[in-house]
């Protein structure tokens, strides 16, 4: 069989098991960053004419996002001061229909756009596709790799670093966001220092989780999904797949069942609440203070401030206890269907530079891959009034600072549903824990088998 039709038949498979899985169960990851959907165009006015000159070729670009971000803003900005380029805007939520799309388009050859932001949780599905993609490299891209981390960089490269599938974005290194309020009631400090030295270890959280239950009758943490996130991304390299050879580590690697048993204990002690990701009793749950702690990446506060308006100061920032994870992040890619890739890579290295990775930040909380800006005032001293005038950009810092990056594969999102599902079962079904394990394991062996 050749490379090109393997190729297709492969993307295809994999797209049918994202399907399958994403109508199965409750993925944290489906849905990573938002629930912000819809068709949006950044327009632009008549290109100018000048006397003696041809007016610039008119050009339109197609841009895929995903999630909570501020990028048509940016659109609409570039667009001002390049007049003849319009770039429409496509955005959701929904991670695991967003890249299925795209798996679609590949495969027939036909309805791909010029601009498809890549989640890194989807990157070994694509970072062999080359021929389905620009080579930024040859755009212009190694000019600028040096701006970047150096580890975030290299996740969309080729193992020599020939090709360059993406241009780097957000990342997200995970930290605690809790309502002080709700910690004061408790009798637990609301100062980002003391409540984190509070709950330092995953043994001093689950403490203070069931007192503040205790005390209060509310659950401390919002849902199992966040929970299981938090201790699941503090893995060593690898989480269910090994980097040798791809085969299904899930059931040996010690920080998955650490990750499972922590929240399967949150669930039985009841200081986890019964909610589900991105679910509207969630968001309003936020604001309602339904529960004191969400556990999220530094992408997450922007989905605090829209979905708690009305708690504006009642939040602040502390660390995770034994370590940060990273979940989440992107990269700007070009589908080779498009027929402009220097406008396309034009725009995307301005959207990208570090001017509009700060803005990113300041509005949405998209935490920045260029380095740089750790140390620039502009981003240190960024107080975030919502947080309680709170440094924001510090707390990231430490939180990024404190990641291990870690290896997903291309089953990875599938994958994750099976545990995810399992710990449903185990909140709302009263099921054996034991059980739900064995057949997430049972469940994700056979995925591995077949593919």
Known sequence: MNKVKHLALSLVAIMLVGSLAACGGNNAENNASSQNTGNNAASTSEPTKDEGTEPAEKIELSFWTLGNVNYEDLAKEYTKEHPNVTIKVQNTGDQTAHHNNLTTALSAGSGAPDIFQLEIGFMERFINAQDKFYNLNDLGAKDIQANYLDWKWKQASSVDGSFQLGLPTDIGPTVVYYRTDLAEAAGLPSDPEGFGGAIDTWD??????????????????????????????????????????????????????????????GIQEGWISNLMLWSPEWGQGMNDGSFAVVMGPAWMAGNVKSNAPDTTGKWKIA???????????????????GKHSKEAYDFIAWMDNKDNQLESFKTKGLMPSIPALYEDPAFVDFKDEFFGGQQTAV?????????????????????????????????????????????????????????
Do not use: C, M
């Not at 430490?398 to 599938?414: C, E, I, M």
């Open 395 to 451: 707390e990231f810092g430490k939180a990024a600072n404190r990641v291990k990056p870690v290896y997903y594969g291309p089953l990875h999102d599938q994958t994750d549903t099976f545990f995810k599902n399992a710990l449903k079962n185990v909140l709302e079904k009263k099921a054996d824990p034991s059980k739900e394990w064995d057949e997430a394991v049972k469940q994700a062996k056979k995925l591995a088998e077949r593919s």
């Open 319 to 337: 660390q995770l206890p034994e370590g940060a994870g990273n979940w989440g992040g992107s990269f700007l890619t070009l589908p080779k269907e």
């Open 204 to 265: 001093k959280f689950a403490a203070v989780a069931k007192a503040f239950k205790e005390k209060t009758g509310k659950p401390f943490v919002d849902l199992t999904d966040l929970t299981f996130n938090a201790l699941r991304d503090q893995s060593a390299d690898e989480i269910y797949f090994s980097k040798a050879d791809g085969s299904f580590i899930g059931d040996t690697n010690p920080q998955v069942r650490k990750a499972y048993d922590f929240t399967v204990k």
